[in-house]
T-cell receptor, first 115, second 114 residues
Framework: AQSVAQPEDQVNVAEGNPLTVKCTYS??????LFWYVQYPNRGLQFLLK??????LVKGSYGFEAEFNKSQTSFHLKKPSALVSDSALYFC?????????????FGKGTKLSVKP | NAGVTQTPKFQVLKTGQSMTLQCAQD?????MSWYRQDPGMGLRLIHY???????DQGEVPNGYNVSRSTTEDFPLRLLSAAPSQTSVYFC?????????????FGPGTRLTVT
């Protein structure tokens, strides 16, 4: 079965500290992986994606993610967290069963950055 | 560009009522989709469309209908609302290449069915 898991419902970080939001996946073939962010009462916004190439992907707002094929992980990272990074973060993987490229989303991780 | 717009923002329905959630995009995107977001369950795909006149079911299509008569509009119809359809609904669109590239999301419609 194709799936994506976000093992932490919530991550708490102090402002200025590095942050990591975890994501693991299970798909057949080479994965297409994504991170989206949702601020309160807003729609989701695209942060970054991995399709092929360098395992370290850089995205919007200073975020990056590291693709690890052996661990089937795609963790989201940022060297220095900001209070404004507090939001709900979704990892997603392309559903390889169809040709349309629909996405399968994880359940989301709430990131809370305290001053 | 307005991007992806959704109306209404909030709606309360009684069980058995029907309604249409509107979605429009002005980016000339071929791919459009509807998701529902429930606490602890992430986003689940309801229906999607790869172009005008072409729609297909996603993971949770029961109780919902869609049509795509133009590139711009992709309305979602609830035929007979049930409390289990209480959720936040998001419409999204993607350009060439489909959702395996960046998806643009609307602001959402918060629906309560009593």
């Amino acid at each position: 079965a194709q799936s994506v898991a976000q093992p932490e419902d919530q991550v708490n970080v102090a402002e200025g500290n590095p942050l990591t939001v975890k994501c693991t996946y299970s798909v057949s073939g080479n994965p297409y992986l994504f991170w989206y962010v949702q601020y309160p009462n807003r729609g989701l916004q695209f942060l970054l994606k991995y399709i092929t190439g360098d395992n370290l992907v850089k995205g919007s707002y200073g975020f990056e993610a590291e693709f690890n094929k052996s661990q089937t992980s795609f963790h989201l990272k940022k060297p220095s967290a900001l209070v404004s990074d507090s939001a709900l973060y979704f990892c997603a993987v392309r559903d390889m069963r169809g040709s349309q490229g629909n996405l399968i989303f994880g359940k989301g991780t709430k990131l809370s950055v305290k001053p | 560009n307005a991007g992806v717009t959704q109306t209404p923002k909030f709606q309360v329905l009684k069980t058995g009522q029907s309604m249409t959630l509107q979605c429009a995009q002005d980016m000339n995107h071929e791919y459009m989709s509807w998701y529902r977001q429930d606490p602890g369950m992430g986003l689940r795909l309801i229906h999607y469309s790869v172009g005008a006149g072409i729609t297909d079911q996603g993971e949770v299509p029961n109780g919902y209908n869609v049509s795509r008569s133009t590139t711009e509009d992709f309305p979602l119809r609830l035929l007979s609302a049930a409390p289990s359809q209480t959720s936040v609904y998001f419409c999204a669109s993607s350009g060439s290449g489909g959702p395996s590239y960046e998806q643009y999301f609307g602001p959402g419609t918060r629906l309560t069915v009593t």
